[in-house]
């Protein structure tokens, strides 16, 4: 059974801090990660993928991919409340299906 | 470019009814998927089709149909809806399947 699993929160951090999204997976075959955001009653919003072991940095963001130790991570710097939102980690193993985590609900507080 | 758009909105159903879920993207994706989401099961994936003329079962496939119409379009069908089937439906597409898939506004159903 191909798992991802993540912390479902609340968390919350003040504005302006760094909040720390977690996930790890199960399926060691996985090959590419993605972070989606998803406010109250919209879809998921594509903010990062990942492909291989390392950092990738897009404005405010940094995904973080370790396969090692089968472990993803969001960072968000400057967290503003506008971030509040869940956030829904998913992963591929080169198949046609994507796993999604049960998502992580982020609260900025100002 | 309107991206993914899915009609309807919103509906509510009667216990037996059947109806069908619209898809289309304008990406010229090769790939797209239905999920549903609930609360507290996160998103699950219900059919996919890889390219156009292919379908395949996903996760939580029964009491669902699929039609891959062309390239463009991709349905699904509730034959005799459920309660159970209440939920938020998601379409998505992506131009091969370990790429991002891009998503839909969604269908909020609900099954009485």
């Known amino acids: 059974q191909k798992e991802v699993e993540q912390n479902s929160g609340p968390l919350s951090v003040p504005e302006g801090a760094i909040a720390s999204l977690n996930c790890t997976y199960s399926?060691?075959?996985?090959?590419?990660f993605f972070w989606y955001r998803q406010y109250s009653g919209k879809s998921p919003e594509l903010i990062m993928s990942?492909?291989?072991?390392g950092d990738k940095e897009d404005g405010r963001f940094t995904a973080q991919l370790n396969k090692a130790s089968q472990y993803v991570s969001l960072l968000i710097r400057d967290s503003q409340p506008s971030d509040s939102a869940t956030y829904l980690c998913?992963?591929?193993?080169?198949?046609?299906?994507?796993?999604f985590g049960p998502g992580t609900r982020l609260s900025v507080l100002p | 470019n309107a991206g993914v758009t899915q009609t309807p909105k919103f509906q509510v159903l009667k216990t037996g009814q059947s109806m069908t879920l619209q898809c289309a993207q304008d990406?010229?994706?090769?790939?797209m998927y239905w999920y549903r989401q609930d609360p507290g099961m996160g998103l699950r994936l219900i059919y996919y089709?890889?390219?156009?003329?292919?379908?395949d079962k996903g996760e939580v496939p029964n009491g669902y149909n699929v039609s891959r119409l062309n390239k463009r379009e991709f349905s699904l069908r509730l034959e005799s809806a459920a309660p159970s089937q209440t939920s938020v439906y998601f379409c998505?597409?992506?131009?091969?399947?370990?790429?991002?898939?891009?998503f839909g506004p969604g269908t909020r159903l609900t099954v009485l």
């Open positions: 998505a597409s992506s131009d091969r399947g370990y790429n991002e898939q891009f």
């Open positions: 399926d060691r075959g996985s090959q590419s």
């Open positions: 990942i492909y291989s072991n």
């Open positions: 998913a992963v591929n193993n080169y198949g046609q299906n994507f796993v």
């Open positions: 990406m010229n994706h090769n790939s």
């Open positions: 089709s890889a390219s156009e003329g292919t379908t």
